[in-house]
């Protein structure tokens, strides 16, 4: 019976002591895991995870650049299909029946017509970026294109000997070539049917029609003509209250202008213009800082023996582009115009008589005016 109780008592001591021992090794191995990471170890980590990254990102990349390729290698089958499609249901001139397509190379080149698709896309392209961004204008090149343009000039103030002929004088003054018809109606109309030496149009026609005895309503169709040729226009009236509704209904309505009323009977006291527009080129190229006031009272006769029409005022039509310029009422901008610059400033309209204003007033003006029509002609024929 010892012998027994002494086995089992070494039996439970030899499980004791491997119990024991299994429960150290667990310890000391959740121990060592547990321990803090060293830094070198954490940078290992780190930079692995960051070189998965970087490896996923590159496959993303690759997958997305393969699916752009498929996607643009469909498109393009697409178009050269549509091409094909197009081709074969054009019809052949001269027939009411499509023509027959034989299924040969020289019947459909798919190489051409994706190369015709990309000229055609170049050129859109080329007109859009050409539409957005417009040559510089070259100064240089006008000024010494000006020296020799074709100027066509009629002016009826050449009876008047008690005053100087103000757009003859610009005209000297800047140094330009002209035509000066001064007030023969025949020579001018021959001029201007005729066209400019070499036979093409004038590049500028000056109409200052001023003279109060000297009503002409055909000065007003010729503005038309010389319009339509492509010159550039600049008309002096002052009888619009007689015509706008007849004669004169035209060139108003290229002008994209209204009659508004009539300007008669002012005192110098009251010849005044207010810039409506001021900042416009006509105003201000080559000459700014003009004034308006500097009246020379030649047409008013303060005995009232005659009440001078010295010209008319206009107001925009509906819609219309023109820019009025100067006026008789500072605050007001569609109405009460005595000057405007319309058809893309290739015609300045001035409804007052240039000599109610002093002759150093007026040169500037008119030379702004031929300055600015002159450039109008030259850049649209550049």
Same mark, same amino acid.
């Given at each position: 019976?010892?012998?027994?109780?002494?086995?089992?008592?070494?039996?439970?001591?030899?499980?004791?002591?491997?119990?024991?021992?299994?429960?150290?090794?667990?310890?000391?191995?959740?121990?060592?895991?547990?321990?803090?990471? #060293?830094?070198?170890?954490? *940078?290992? $980590?780190?930079?692995?995870?960051?070189?998965?990254?970087?490896?996923? &990102? =590159? @496959? /993303? +990349?690759?997958?997305?650049?393969?699916?752009?390729?498929?996607?643009?290698?469909?498109?393009?089958?697409?178009?050269?299909?549509?091409?094909?499609?197009?081709?074969?249901?054009?019809?052949?001139?001269?027939?009411?029946?499509?023509?027959?397509?034989?299924?040969?190379?020289?019947?459909?080149?798919?190489?051409?017509?994706?190369?015709?698709?990309?000229?055609?896309?170049?050129?859109?392209?080329?007109?859009?970026?050409?539409?957005?961004?417009?040559?510089?204008?070259?100064?240089?090149?006008?000024?010494?294109?000006?020296? #020799?343009?074709?100027?066509? *000039?009629? $002016?009826?103030?050449?009876?008047?000997?008690?005053?100087?002929?103000? &757009? =003859? @004088? /610009? +005209?000297?003054?800047?140094?330009?070539?002209?035509?000066?018809?001064?007030?023969?109606?025949?020579?001018?109309?021959?001029?201007?049917?005729?066209?400019?030496?070499?036979?093409?149009?004038?590049?500028?026609?000056?109409?200052?029609?001023?003279?109060?005895?000297?009503?002409?309503?055909?000065?007003?169709?010729?503005?038309?003509?010389?319009?339509?040729?492509?010159?550039?226009?600049?008309?002096?009236?002052?009888?619009?209250?007689?015509?706008?509704?007849?004669?004169?209904?035209?060139?108003?309505?290229?002008?994209?202008?209204?009659?508004?009323?009539?300007?008669?009977?002012?005192?110098?006291?009251?010849?005044?213009?207010?810039?409506?527009?001021?900042?416009?080129?006509?105003?201000?190229?080559?000459?700014?800082?003009?004034?308006?006031?500097?009246?020379?009272?030649?047409?008013?006769?303060?005995?009232?023996?005659?009440?001078?029409?010295?010209?008319?005022?206009?107001?925009?039509?509906?819609?219309?582009?023109?820019?009025?310029?100067?006026?008789?009422?500072?605050?007001?901008?569609?109405?009460?115009?005595?000057?405007?610059?319309?058809?893309?400033?290739?015609?300045?309209?001035?409804?007052?008589?240039?000599?109610?204003?002093?002759?150093?007033?007026?040169?500037?003006?008119?030379?702004?005016?031929?300055?600015?029509?002159?450039?109008?002609?030259?850049?649209?024929?550049?």
């Amino acid at each position: 019976m010892k012998n027994i109780h002494y086995r089992s008592w070494a039996s439970k001591n030899l499980a004791l002591s491997l119990s024991a021992f299994s429960l150290i090794v667990m310890f000391l191995f959740v121990g060592c895991s547990l321990l803090p990471v #060293s830094e070198e170890q954490a *940078l290992k $980590e780190t930079q692995l995870r960051e070189t998965e990254l970087e490896v996923n &990102v =590159k @496959q /993303t +990349l690759i997958a997305q650049q393969q699916r752009n390729q498929s996607v643009a290698s469909t498109l393009q089958a697409q178009q050269i299909t549509q091409a094909s499609q197009n081709i074969r249901a054009t019809p052949s001139p001269g027939s009411g029946n499509p023509p027959k397509v034989v299924n040969t190379p020289e019947a459909f080149d798919p190489g051409r017509a994706t190369d015709q698709a990309l000229a055609t896309q170049t050129e859109v392209q080329s007109q859009l970026v050409n539409t957005e961004t417009p040559a510089p204008f070259d100064e240089v090149a006008f000024l010494e294109w000006m020296k #020799s343009a074709n100027i066509l *000039l009629y $002016e009826d103030m050449t009876a008047r000997l008690d005053t100087v002929r103000y &757009v =003859k @004088q /610009t +005209l000297d003054r800047m140094g330009l070539p002209y035509k000066n018809d001064g007030s023969a109606k025949g020579w001018f109309r021959d001029d201007l049917a005729s066209g400019a030496p070499g036979g093409g149009p004038w590049d500028l026609v000056i109409i200052a029609a001023e003279d109060k005895d000297n009503f002409e309503g055909e000065f007003l169709q010729s503005a038309v003509e010389a319009l339509e040729q492509g010159s550039s226009v600049i008309l002096e009236v002052w009888f619009l209250d007689q015509t706008y509704a007849t004669s004169a209904s035209l060139l108003m309505g290229q002008c994209g202008v209204e009659f508004d009323g009539d300007w008669i009977r002012i005192p110098p006291s009251r010849s005044v213009l207010f810039p409506i527009e001021g900042d416009h080129p006509v105003l201000n190229e080559p000459n700014s800082g003009l004034v308006y006031s500097k009246s020379s009272g030649y047409w008013w006769d303060p005995d009232g023996r005659k009440s001078y029409d010295v010209g008319d005022l206009l107001k925009l039509a509906p819609g219309s582009s023109a820019s009025l310029l100067l006026g008789t009422t500072p605050d007001s901008k569609n109405s009460h115009a005595a000057l405007t610059a319309c058809v893309d400033d290739r015609m300045i309209l001035q409804t007052f008589s240039s000599h109610m204003f002093t002759f150093e007033a007026m040169t500037p003006l008119w030379e702004n005016y031929i300055y600015n029509a002159l450039k109008a002609r030259f850049t649209r024929s550049s």
